[in-house]
């Protein structure tokens, strides 16, 4: 995959407009004067994170005797639920909501799974896999993607004002189409890497 392909892949992943009102209903129960902050230290959190299941990932998929058509299809599979998710939304999202949460939250839920979520540390462990020799190229996309999903959330009362739920869900389904093409083409290159090797 290129570089910009998979930074849009990760963005896309992420969802950070579908999720800015699951964020806000979170971030309501935390003082207005400490959101900012709360806000920027999850995701610097969940970035280290990602960082880490970006340099552990061939090692991990030894450890546990998975090949990388196995990660290819599976992980085809979780982004196509995801994109359904995003076209047919279910109440609060596509991670879900978290109501149970109370004062200020760490690490759980923003950080691990509504930024960092399994299915965007399966691509990275996918990426890296496949072309373990462009550690350089998965960190800029790494990079750009999680530059662009901090610029939305910390913008994201602005952003929910002028775009509304309305506004937010359209972009959430587009987002969600683009997501069902690319897992469809990964999950294609899955099985064509796995028929060349029978």
């Given at each position: 995959?290129?570089?910009?392909?998979?930074?849009?892949?990760?963005?896309?992943?992420?969802?950070?407009?579908?999720?800015?009102?699951?964020?806000?209903?979170?971030?309501?129960?935390?003082?207005?004067?400490?959101r900012r902050w709360v806000l920027?230290?999850?995701?610097?959190?969940?970035?280290?994170?990602?960082?880490?299941?970006?340099?552990?990932?061939?090692?991990?998929?030894?450890?546990?005797?998975?090949?990388?058509?196995?990660?290819?299809?599976?992980?085809?599979?979780?982004?196509?639920?995801?994109?359904?998710?995003?076209?047919?939304?279910?109440?609060?999202?596509?991670?879900g909501t978290s109501e149970d949460?109370?004062?200020?939250?760490?690490?759980?839920?923003?950080?691990?799974?509504?930024?960092?979520?399994?299915?965007?540390?399966?691509?990275?462990?996918?990426?890296?896999?496949?072309?373990?020799?462009?550690?350089?190229?998965?960190?800029?996309?790494?990079?750009?993607?999680?530059?662009?999903?901090?610029?939305?959330?910390?913008?994201?009362?602005?952003?929910?004002?002028?775009?509304?739920?309305?506004?937010?869900?359209?972009?959430?389904?587009?987002?969600?189409?683009?997501?069902?093409?690319?897992?469809?083409?990964?999950?294609?290159?899955?099985?064509?890497?796995?028929?060349?090797?029978?």
């Open positions: 995959m290129e570089t910009w392909s998979v930074a849009i892949t990760l963005f896309l992943i992420m969802d950070p407009l579908g999720n800015i009102p699951v964020f806000l209903s979170i971030l309501k129960q935390v003082a207005p004067e400490r920027a230290r999850e995701l610097v959190i969940a970035l280290a994170i990602m960082v880490v299941f970006l340099f552990i990932g061939p090692a991990l998929l030894k450890t546990l005797s998975l090949s990388r058509e196995a990660v290819s299809i599976g992980g085809a599979l979780v982004l196509l639920i995801i994109a359904v998710r995003m076209i047919f939304p279910s109440r609060g999202g596509v991670m949460d109370d004062g200020e939250p760490l690490v759980v839920p923003l950080a691990v799974p509504m930024i960092a979520g399994p299915s965007v540390l399966a691509t990275l462990v996918l990426v890296t896999e496949t072309d373990p020799d462009r550690n350089i190229d998965w960190m800029i996309a790494l990079g750009s993607a999680w530059l662009a999903v901090a610029v939305i959330l910390m913008s994201s009362q602005v952003l929910y004002r002028v775009l509304g739920t309305r506004g937010l869900k359209a972009i959430e389904r587009l987002m969600g189409m683009i997501l069902v093409s690319i897992s469809v083409q990964m999950f294609l290159n899955g099985i064509q890497s796995f028929m060349s090797h029978v």
